[in-house]
């Protein structure tokens, strides 16, 4: 069965203090592993697009890497607006382009 | 300003009325979705369209309805048949592998 799980499922940091949050996968025939972050009451906001193992992306604070078998959110030194969930989907085959998403990681920064 | 529009952002219902949500998105995406969104769980999928005139029933489907008639707009009918509508309902649209969201539904029945 296609899965994604997303670890820890809360987290809190005091601001400046990184940390890295974990997205594990199985599914067949990985095409893509999408991150979003997620304020309350709105929808996902598209961060990255990982292809392949190896691969790594950044934005600002943020950076994403790939792995066979999973996903790292690294974040280096978060401010209070940080604060949100955090999703993880990956887009694989299943006859339909299929994409399966995690529960998310809620991240709180304390200022 | 391209984007995904879902309206409205509010919609409350009474038991054994149909709603349809709507979806619109300017992005002349080919594939567009529907996700209900619950608390403590993750993004399910309803409905999905790969074009026009086609589309695909997803993991929980019952008590939902959808159509594609146009490429732009992919709206989401709750049917009576829903037995637990009440949700956060999430429309997105993709190319390749960036997929884009919408900034939500917030359904009630009451």
């Known amino acids: 069965e296609d899965q994604v799980t997303q670890s820890p499922e809360a987290l809190r940091l005091q601001e400046g203090e990184s940390s890295s949050l974990n997205c594990s996968y199985t599914v067949s025939g990985l095409r893509g592993l999408f991150w979003y972050r997620q304020d309350p009451g709105k929808g996902p906001e598209f961060l990255f697009t990982?292809?392949?193992a190896g691969e790594e992306k950044e934005k600002e604070r943020l950076k994403a890497t790939l792995t066979k078998k999973e996903s790292f959110l690294h974040i280096t030194a978060p401010k209070p607006e940080d604060s949100a969930t955090y999703l993880c989907?990956?887009?694989?085959?299943?006859?339909?382009?299929?994409?399966?998403f995690g529960t998310g990681t809620k991240l709180q920064v304390i200022p | 300003d391209g984007g995904i529009t879902q309206s409205p952002k509010y919609l409350f219902r009474k038991e054994g009325q149909n709603v349809t949500l709507s979806c619109e998105q300017n992005l002349n995406h080919d594939a567009m979705y529907w996700y209900r969104q619950d608390p403590g769980q993750g993004l399910r999928l309803i409905y999905y369209s790969q074009i026009v005139n086609d589309f695909q029933k997803g993991d929980i489907a019952e008590g939902y309805s959808v159509s594609r008639e146009k490429k732009e707009s992919f709206p989401l009918t709750v049917t009576s048949a829903q037995k637990n509508p009440t949700a956060f309902y999430l429309c997105?649209?993709?190319?390749?592998?960036?997929?884009?969201f919408g900034q939500g539904t917030r359904l009630t029945v009451v």
């Open positions: 997105a649209s993709k190319m390749n592998t960036e997929a884009f």
């Open positions: 989907a990956a887009f694989h085959s299943g006859g339909y382009q299929k994409v399966t």
């Open positions: 990982l292809y392949s």
